[in-house]
C-alpha cells in the first residue's frame, strides 16, 4: 500500500475565507441598514432645527408647542441605541477584517496559486470599515456612485476637533452624519447639525484623492480654537 498523498493546505484556506467573507458581508448588510435608520432619524431632527441635546421644554419648564416633543425623544433615544448598535458592528466587521487578512497571508505563505491570493486581497479590499476609536480611518477602493460631495475642507486647525478625527485639507465632505448632497441646502443644514451635536459622536464620509474614507468626528469647544470644529468647509 502506497502513502496517501499530502493533503493540500489550500482547500481548508479558501474553506475559512469562504465562511469569513460570508460573516462580513452579512455585517456590512446590517451596518448598512443600520446607516440608513440612522440618517433618516438625524433628518427628523434636522427638520425639527433641533440636535441631540436641546432642550424641548421653554423658559417655563413647559414642553415646546413648536416642536413634536414625543417624535423628538422617542428619535433621539432610538439614535443612541443604534450608534452603540453601529459601533459593535463596526468592531465586529474590523476583526473580521484581521482575521481574513490573516487568513490570506497564511495562504500566500503555503503556496497557494497567484490568482486565489489575487482574489482574496482584492475582495477583502471591497469592505467598508470604520474603527469605533474616535479618528481612526479605513480606506475603501471604490466610491458609492449616489453619494456626491458637496463641500470641501479649506482649512483645518492643528490639535482641532477635525483635525484629530483625520480631516485634512482638500478633503471633500460625502456625507456629514445626516447631511448629504440632497439636504445640506448651501451648507446651512450642516452648520445647524453642528452646533446641536457639540460632544456628540457623528460618523463622516470623504473623498480623499479618489479614495473614500470614513471617520468619526466630535464636535466641541474648548479645544483651544473657533468653533467647535476647527475648520473650514467651502460648498462644491
Given amino acids: 500500500m502506497g502513502l496517501m498523498p499530502p ?27 443600520l446607516e440608513q435608520e440612522l440618517r433618516e432619524l438625524e433628518d427628523v431632527l434636522i427638520s425639527a432645527g433641533v440636535g441631540m441635546d436641546t432642550p424641548l421644554v421653554d423658559n417655563a419648564g413647559f414642553p415646546r408647542s413648536e416642536i413634536d416633543v414625543h417624535t423628538i425623544r422617542t428619535s433621539r433615544n432610538m439614535i443612541h441605541r443604534l450608534r452603540n448598535d453601529h459601533r459593535d458592528i463596526m468592531s465586529e466587521i474590523e476583526t473580521i477584517l484581521h482575521r481574513i487578512h490573516q487568513l490570506k497571508k497564511a495562504s500566500d505563505e503555503a503556496g497557494t496559486s497567484t490568482s486565489e491570493s489575487a ?23 471604490g466610491s458609492d456612485e449616489r453619494l456626491i460631495p458637496f463641500a470641501v475642507v479649506n482649512a483645518v486647525a492643528p490639535d482641532s476637533p477635525a483635525y484629530n478625527s483625520g480631516l485634512r485639507r482638500n478633503d471633500q465632505i460625502v456625507q456629514f452624519g445626516g ?12 452648520n445647524t447639525m453642528i452646533s ?9 464620509s470623504i473623498l480623499r484623492d479618489g479614495i473614500s474614507l470614513q471617520m468619526l468626528i466630535r464636535p466641541r469647544s474648548g479645544w483651544g480654537g473657533r468653533g467647535t470644529l476647527g475648520c473650514h468647509l467651502l460648498p462644491l
Fill in 7 to 33: 493533503v493540500s493546505s489550500s482547500p481548508t484556506l479558501q474553506g475559512d475565507y469562504d465562511a469569513l467573507m460570508k460573516d462580513a458581508q452579512e455585517l456590512i448588510a446590517r451596518k448598512d441598514k
Fill in 119 to 141: 482574489s482574496t486581497s482584492s475582495t477583502s479590499n471591497d469592505i467598508t470599515t470604520t474603527s469605533n476609536s474616535l479618528g481612526n480611518i479605513s480606506e475603501t477602493t
Fill in 179 to 190: 447631511i448629504h448632497a440632497g439636504n445640506h441646502n448651501r451648507l446651512q443644514a450642516l
Fill in 196 to 204: 446641536h451635536s457639540e460632544n456628540q459622536t457623528l460618523t463622516l
